[in-house]
């Protein structure tokens, strides 16, 4: 019986294809298999950083606009909130979170206690007569009786601003200059942060109120009751220096301004040669 020879690896068998060949043709030999990353962990609600709005420069009066549209009347001194954002895990101001240009700090007006908000107004008759009488000063009266008109006009949305204090502190601030209010009595105004997203801008989606604020109670007077505007603060005229347009008063002359005094003695009063050689002297320096 003839013995069987079996093709050594390397040699080619009868029809002439290496044995080598054929097993790395007919072997499937699987490649490593790519293990997926983790998702990044999400952060912890206690790492979040934590949103402050302080009331830097607190109104203390004003003088009501009435119902007109171009009778603007600002609050005095113009309230100024700064925000500050501190992380919880330094326990520091986070310089990079001040950096985020989507804030904006939105004013309401509320009451004195802070529990009734009082942006609009229901006008009765008297309401609309009183706006008729303003009429020569270009104003327009407040409607029809019984139309809803806002109390609290100007620009109640405020961007952020990143300005040295009147020490030279560097933050980011908040500043309302044209705040009007249009009846008397005492008020308070809350001031809501906000963080603008890409659904605010199409109107999808509300934005959330990230930090709120609230500032002094203070007082609207009517025109007669009013004391007078107070001098700008050093917050205010540093503000100003840096280029933020804010309205700027160096010298406040209160209701008497323009009067001049005078050498007559008051009403009633025995008028002697005294009062007369001034009253002389006083007429020639003029002429001169």
């Known amino acids: 019986m003839a013995d069987l020879l079996l093709p050594v690896d390397g040699e080619e068998d009868a029809g002439g294809v290496s044995t080598s060949k054929q097993k790395q043709d007919t072997r499937t030999v699987p490649g490593p298999v790519p293990i997926p990353e983790p998702p990044p962990p999400l952060p912890h609600p206690q790492h979040h950083p934590v949103h402050q709005l302080v009331v ?26 700064q925000l500050i954002i501190t992380s919880t895990q330094t326990g520091r101001t986070d310089p990079d979170a001040l950096s985020d240009p989507f804030f904006v700090v939105h004013a309401t007006l509320w009451s004195d206690t802070g529990e009734e ?20 000063r270009e104003e327009k009266d407040a409607g029809p009786a019984g139309s809803v008109v806002k109390v609290l006009i100007g620009s109640l949305v405020s961007s952020p601003a990143l300005l040295e204090d009147d020490h030279g502190v560097e933050g980011v601030y908040f ?15 809350k001031f809501s942060l906000v963080r603008l997203g890409t659904g605010d801008f199409d109107g999808s989606s509300r934005s959330t109120i990230v930090a709120e604020g609230v500032s002094d109670v203070f007082t609207v007077y009517s025109a007669k009751k009013f004391p007078g505007m107070t001098e700008s603060t050093e917050l205010t005229k540093a503000f100003a220096r840096q280029g933020l347009k804010i309205p700027i008063r160096n010298d406040v002359r209160g209701k ?3 009067k ?6 008051p009403p009633g009063a ?10 002389k002297a006083k007429k020639h320096s003029m002429e001169a």
Not at 117 to 136: A, C, P, V
Not at 260 to 265: E, F, I, Q, R, W
Request: aromatic letters at 4%; one cysteine or more; proline letters at 9%.
């Open 256 to 258: 008497n301004r323009g």
């Open 175 to 189: 500043a309302f200059p044209d705040l009007s209010i249009r009846t008397e009595g005492r008020y308070r105004l």
């Open 56 to 81: 830097r420069q607190q109104p203390l009066r004003a003088r009501m606009c009435g119902f007109g549209e171009k009778d603007r009347r600002p609050l005095d001194p113009p309230p100024i909130l």
């Open 117 to 136: 908000e009082r942006n609009l107004i229901l006008t009765n008759k008297d309401d609309s007569e009183q706006g008729q009488e303003r009429g020569g």
């Open 270 to 279: 025995e008028v002697t040669e005294e009062h007369m050689k001034a009253k």
């Open 260 to 265: 001049t005094t005078s050498n007559m003695p």
